[in-house]
T-cell receptor, first 112, second 113 residues
Framework: GESVGLHLPTLSVQEGDNSIINCAYS??????FIWYKQESGKGPQFIID?????DKRQGQRVTVLLNKTVKHLSLQIAATQPGDSAVYFC???????????FGTGTRLLVSP | DSGVTQTPKHLITATGQRVTLRCSPR?????VYWYQQSLDQGLQFLIQ???????AKGNILERFSAQQFPDLHSELNLSSLELGDSALYFC????????????FGPGTRLTVL
């Protein structure tokens, strides 16, 4: 079945470092990808999205890269801060409607 | 704060019971989505409504049903509850239904004893 593969590792970084969180997706028909951040006890919070006709998109301190050839998505966070500590999910959507398929998440721990 | 509200925040009930979870979308959003988040299944899409009509179905059990009312709020009904239904249930909303950003509510934590 379709899946967004994101094994749940924990990424530990120091404050001020750049963080890179990776995600592999399996559905080559997916054309919309999103990164969400989920803090403990809260709902997923939209960070940034990218459509399949792009390979890079930048936001405030975040960059998403999409490599459709190898079906890989990454989230780069610049100058990581303790407030960035959370679980990060990638999600994909195919054509037609917005059923989001979520990966399993990566926990980011930022130490001061 | 995403602008999506969900009630109740916590719900504790017994097996076999029925509960109703409520969601109010962001002002102006026509689409509502329901997701279940459990430890072993992650975030799973359940169902989507757009302007009162069912638009898409995911991994929703027959014991579960949902509806979206004329004022666009939505309810998720869970019946004949089982221990395995214990999870976080999230509602999300978007402006329309085609590739619009989904904004999530704070969730309802359901515990079935």
């Amino acid at each position: 079945g379709e899946s967004v593969g994101l094994h749940l590792p924990t990424l530990s970084v120091q404050e001020g470092d750049n963080s890179i969180i990776n995600c592999a997706y399996s559905n080559s028909a997916s054309d919309y990808f999103i990164w969400y951040k989920q803090e403990s006890g809260k709902g997923p919070q939209f960070i940034i999205d990218i459509r399949s006709n792009m390979d890079k998109r930048q936001g405030q301190r975040v960059t998403v890269l999409l490599n459709k050839t190898v079906k890989h998505l990454s989230l780069q966070i610049a100058a990581t801060q303790p407030g960035d500590s959370a679980v990060y999910f990638c999600a994909e959507a195919g054509a037609g409607f917005q059923k989001l398929v979520f990966g399993t998440g990566t926990r980011l721990l930022v130490s001061p | 704060d995403s602008g999506v509200t969900q009630t109740p925040k916590h719900l504790i009930t017994a097996t076999g019971q029925r509960v109703t979870l409520r969601c109010s979308p962001r002002s102006g959003d026509l689409s509502v989505y329901w997701y279940q988040q459990s430890l072993d299944q992650g975030l799973q899409f359940l169902i989507q409504y757009y302007n009162g009509e069912e638009r898409a179905k995911g991994n929703i059990l027959e014991r579960f049903s949902a509806q979206q009312f004329p004022d666009l709020h939505s309810e998720l009904n869970l019946s004949s509850l089982e221990l395995g239904d214990s999870a976080l249930y999230f509602c999300a909303s978007s402006v329309a239904g085609e590739k619009d950003t989904q904004y999530f509510g704070p969730g309802t934590r359901l515990t079935v004893l």
